[in-house]
């Protein structure tokens, strides 16, 4: 996790937050929560960013 990535609770519905993750590649992922843990929201969101980027680099992989 970059020192430049946003994590912040952006909106909530009934009893739900809406945390959103922007990252230094500019890259914005969302999450509907019950409860806002920030150490368990980065972590998910650290392991969906990695999940992401070795989705990108495959499909760079299969073009080359």
Not at 28 to 42: A, G, H, I, N, V
């Amino acid at each position: 996790v970059c020192s430049s990535d946003l994590l912040r609770r952006v909106d909530s519905y009934e009893k739900y937050s809406v945390i959103a993750w922007v990252t230094a590649s500019n890259a914005k992922f969302l999450l509907l929560t019950e409860r806002p843990d920030l150490e368990s929201t980065r972590q998910f969101f650290t392991d969906v960013h990695e999940l992401y980027l070795k989705v990108l680099m495959k499909d760079r992989k299969s073009v080359v």
